[in-house]
């Protein structure tokens, strides 16, 4: 580890080279130099593999599946004493790009940003600072067959702004409308691409998330689909923390937060601007099946929409212009996977808890604990809530919390007592044994009501018939014995 007192130089000499606003690399030696070309599939996969084999301590690459062309959905993971497994007290986190093949600046600033975080650790306070305490996932490209398609087009017709061709996959399917919906019917059936992703992003216990578009200069947020499928707001339960991170993003995009009627992102569109550079999904427009609301509503995960561009496909020329753009806003919105409330779920003897459900009050949209027990619930810094801590078999707890952006938060840990009473499970099983013992009861208690009133009527017969005592002396031996030797008394 470099000395603090040299560590802060640097940091100053980052400043005055441009800090995370501009695009000077501090470290005098990176293992690549940015290129500001558009980089093809193979040149992408070869870039990734250079730098987790450079840093074999910070990096390393991983696969989320393969494209139906057979193209490994490669990407690379980041963070400082990288091991197998989740590391215990850090956030997950992933950016996803170029999921419409033929929107490509999404895929080139993740290239950037990946070169940026490894080559100036130690060297970036920002940078070391996110390497030390996420663990971050990169995927620059989740069509990598559609990229293919267009970057051909492009070649051809550099002019055409990537409009042309590949924005959907080799199946022609687009698969940011190939999700699982709340509102709608899935279809077609999910991808390759698609499946890969749902599996990675329920497999893991992601806490902050943007896929990244072009087409317009925006950060959209939750739900991206509404009831009525028309174009209206679509509120999800956490609209204050998703306004928070949009505004995060765009606060911090060199234009994005610019726009205005009289400034609209995009000259083609010249109707169109959104204050302050957010917008919720479906306001702007419909989208079911978007991979933003599969997160939030199948995961830990909260995710954002981000619209990088006007032209989808822009000239090389351009893409220095755009890591300028976008770097300090990638830099913040990956620090925001600490805004909120964190800490770990244990039982009374001090076992971690494994899927306790963590709510807000009043907002029925839980988070559930990793197998440390670990939580992270992103919230609005400042603001003070009510976190409702449940698990099965235990006594629920509910605790007021002041949600902070700081990695060096104090925890809200909580353990949980066993409830004295009858647990969830016991209750549904004595239920089933009711249901199925209830039934039987009542019938036998009926066919002992019905055989004792057959006797008494038996007996008061024979009292009225010319039976002499012996033989009703006798036949009541019978009977006793037939009837498990009730007694006389009760007979009669």
Not at 177 to 204: G, V
Not at 376 to 402: C, F, H, K, M, N
Not at 423 to 449: E, G, M, N, R
Not at 454 to 477: G, I, P
Request: contains cysteine.
């Amino acid at each position: 580890t470099m000395p603090p007192l040299l560590l802060l130089l640097l940091g100053v000499l980052c400043l005055v080279g441009g800090g995370a606003g501009g695009s000077v690399l501090v470290n005098p030696n990176p293992v690549r130099p940015l290129e500001f070309k558009h980089y093809s599939n193979a040149e992408l996969s070869d870039l990734l593999d250079a730098y987790a084999t450079a840093y074999p301590n910070l990096a390393s690459t991983f696969v989320v599946g393969t494209s139906v062309e057979g193209v490994p959905l490669k990407g690379i993971r980041i963070t400082k004493d990288i091991a197998a497994g989740p590391v215990e007290g850090r956030p997950m986190f992933k950016y996803v790009g170029n999921m419409h093949g033929n929107e490509v600046v999404g895929r080139i600033i993740l290239i950037y940003l990946v070169q940026h975080l490894l080559d100036n650790y130690n060297f970036d306070p920002e940078a070391t600072d996110i390497v030390n305490t996420i663990d971050v996932h990169i995927l620059p490209t989740m069509n990598p067959d559609g990229y293919a398609r267009a970057a051909e087009v492009a070649a051809n017709y550099p002019a055409s702004c990537g409009e042309d061709d590949g924005r959907s996959n080799a199946h022609n399917v687009d698969l940011n409308r190939n999700f699982p919906d709340q509102f709608a019917a899935q279809s077609p059936p999910p991808q390759p691409e698609t499946q890969a992703m749902m599996d990675w992003i329920t497999d893991n216990n992601f806490i902050l998330s943007i896929n990244f578009h072009g087409g317009s200069v925006v950060a959209s947020y939750p739900f991206d689909s509404s009831p009525s499928s028309a174009s209206v707001y679509s509120r999800s339960p956490d609209d204050d923390v998703f306004r928070m991170l949009a505004t995060t993003y765009s606060n911090n995009h060199r234009t994005m937060h610019l726009q205005s009627a009289a400034n609209p992102p995009c000259d083609k569109y010249a109707f169109e601007y959104f204050p302050g550079g957010i917008t919720n999904g479906a306001d702007w427009y419909n989208v079911p099946g978007g991979m933003q609301d599969f997160n939030y509503l199948h995961s830990n995960c909260f995710e954002i929409t981000v619209e990088l561009s006007c032209c989808k496909f822009p000239p090389a020329t351009d893409l220095h212009r755009y890591w300028q753009e976008n770097q300090a806003a990638l830099v913040n919105y990956l620090a925001s996977v600490h805004a909120g409330a964190k800490g770990v779920v244990s039982g009374a003897d001090g076992n971690a808890l494994s899927g306790a459900a963590v709510d807000v009050k009043g907002r029925g949209h839980p988070v559930y604990t990793t197998a440390r027990g670990e939580y992270w619930r992103l919230l609005v810094p400042g603001e003070t809530y009510e976190l409702e801590i449940s698990a099965d078999g235990y006594e629920p707890v509910t605790v007021s919390v002041q949600a902070s952006a700081s990695t060096s938060a104090q925890l809200s840990s909580v353990k949980l007592t066993t409830k004295t009473g009858l647990s969830t499970t016991a209750i549904v099983a004595l239920v089933l044994v009711l249901v199925v013992a209830l039934p039987l009861l009542v019938f036998s208690l009926y066919k002992w009501h019905k055989r004792r009133q057959q006797r008494k009527n038996l007996y008061s017969v024979l009292r009225d018939s010319d039976f002499d005592q012996s033989s009703f002396t006798k036949l009541t031996q019978i009977e006793k014995e037939m009837f498990m030797n009730d007694s006389e008394d009760d007979l009669i």
